[in-house]
């Protein structure tokens, strides 16, 4: 992180109004803007990260430029409430959350209500959907429950945060689907929509993440049903099994980026890869994972997962990399 935050002093950030990523090919000409709009982020969160923990010459330069950026971006974009488009926001949310110590009044009054609107956007948009709408059962309500964790948090609207955890469990006993045996298996509607594995981890990551990020609004029945998302992965990741990515999807959509040339929705079978930074994360809040995930135990992800597996990690490594 700190490297990566050195790398970056002095970033200039140009925020767009709004993103277009949900429901667009991506050679389409908002898709590419949005793609370049928030390929920064990384780097703001670094900087955030290193104006808390680093030492001068570096900390004071990284708040300075973390500041700037999210000050940036919180006078020009306004959330839509939109998760596919948003969820690429929260190493944003957090970066407030580090620096709020360090704010001043005035950067204070800009970005902690820019925070509360990412939750209050998303109400919103969600209110105007039918009750029976696929996005209130897949990974859109997932992101959106990641979403609106940090930004209620971030933000300190106890009052809508108080209210994540039963939104949290009424989304898993809609998300996780039930065997013919009436008993969870771990398949996630996502699975069984779109016949992939690709938006199974969709779906179940950013509950991960919320393990890590608001421990304390993950209640043991939800944290059961993400354990068993976890462990329907267990004999793909492994090789005991393969399956066909999106070979009986019900969403046309897929076909089209598909025959776009996208490679994530080729007709092939789901890669182990595609599983690394899920499951890497997930080791540290479910350790019944770790038996069979050792191998991916490595240098090999970008910093921001480096920083999760290190904080939130099993405690004989917290102690080996201290």
Not at 16 to 36: C, Y
Request: charged share 25%; hydrophobic share 40%.
């Amino acid at each position: 992180m700190w490297q990566l935050a050195t790398e970056s002093l002095g970033l200039v950030v140009r925020p767009i109004e709004k993103f277009e990523l949900a429901g667009t090919l991506n050679n389409h000409p908002g898709h590419v803007r949005s793609d370049e709009a928030k390929k920064h982020f990384p780097e703001v969160f670094a900087l955030a990260v290193s104006a808390m923990t680093a030492k001068e010459p570096l900390r004071t330069p990284s708040r300075v430029t973390a500041v700037s950026a999210l000050l940036s971006w919180a006078r020009v974009y306004r959330p839509s409430g939109n998760p596919v488009d948003e969820w690429f926001f929260v190493p944003l949310l957090q970066s407030i959350d580090l620096l709020a110590g360090s704010l001043t009044p005035q950067e204070e009054s800009i970005l902690l209500p820019w925070a509360r609107e990412f939750a209050t956007s998303g109400d919103r948009l969600y209110a105007a959907r039918p009750q029976k709408s696929s996005s209130r059962i897949n990974n859109w309500m997932s992101r959106r429950l990641l979403i609106r964790s940090v930004a209620t948090t971030v933000a300190g609207d106890r009052a809508a945060r108080g209210e994540m955890p039963e939104l949290l469990r009424e989304f898993v006993d809609r998300n996780y689907v039930t065997a013919p045996d009436g008993r969870r298996d771990g398949r996630t509607f996502d699975f069984l929509q779109r016949d992939a594995l690709h938006y199974h981890v969709a779906a179940v990551h950013p509950l991960v993440e919320m393990s890590l990020c608001t421990p304390d609004l993950i209640d043991p029945p939800t944290r059961a049903a993400i354990g068993s998302g976890l462990e329907f992965l267990r004999p793909y990741f492994l090789g005991h099994k393969q399956h066909a990515e999106f070979a009986r999807t019900t969403i046309s959509f897929d076909r089209e980026r598909r025959d776009a040339g996208n490679p994530a929705f080729r007709d092939a079978p789901w890669d182990p890869d595609h599983g690394r930074v899920l499951l890497r994360v997930a080791r540290a809040t479910f350790p019944e994972v770790r038996s069979w995930t050792e191998q991916i135990v490595d240098p090999k992800y970008d910093p921001r997962t480096k920083l999760l597996a290190a904080i939130h990690g099993e405690p004989q490594r917290r102690a080996e990399w201290s």
